[in-house]
């Protein structure tokens, strides 16, 4: 069974910049591609980052595309999210996905864009 912890999220002013962090057991993330979603409230949960499997690929929506990074550790098992020159309209529950089949999700984590 995997499990998948986001953490490291919280509050920053606009303009700011914010890392979020999952971490799983074993050596899930080196063996799959992986994926950031994010759900803002009233609106459907949305896709923001992709990696492969290697890490060696990424790929961006044009919403975060230059000031979002996506990254995987495979020596502590750990999917980061790197998110710079945040916005009010960034503030979301953010989630990290593992495409295992079926795909494994986080519990979430809250980012708060606010002045």
């Known amino acids: 069974q995997v499990h998948l912890v986001e953490s490291r999220g919280g509050s920053v002013q606009p303009g700011g910049s914010l890392r979020v962090s999952c971490v799983g057991s074993?050596?899930?993330?080196?063996?799959?591609?992986a994926e950031w979603w994010r759900q803002a409230p009233g609106k459907e949960r949305e896709l923001v980052a992709w990696?492969?499997?290697?890490?060696?690929?990424?790929n961006y929506p044009s919403a975060v595309k230059g000031r979002f990074t996506i990254s995987k550790d495979h020596r502590d098992n750990t999917l980061g999210l790197q998110m710079n020159s945040l916005k009010p309209e960034d503030t979301a529950v953010y989630y990290c996905?593992?495409?295992?089949?079926?795909?494994?999700w986080g519990q979430g984590i809250q980012v708060t864009v606010s002045s």
């Open positions: 990696i492969s499997a290697g890490g060696t690929r990424t």
């Open positions: 074993g050596n899930i993330f080196r063996m799959n591609a």
């Open positions: 996905k593992l495409l295992t089949y079926p795909p494994t």
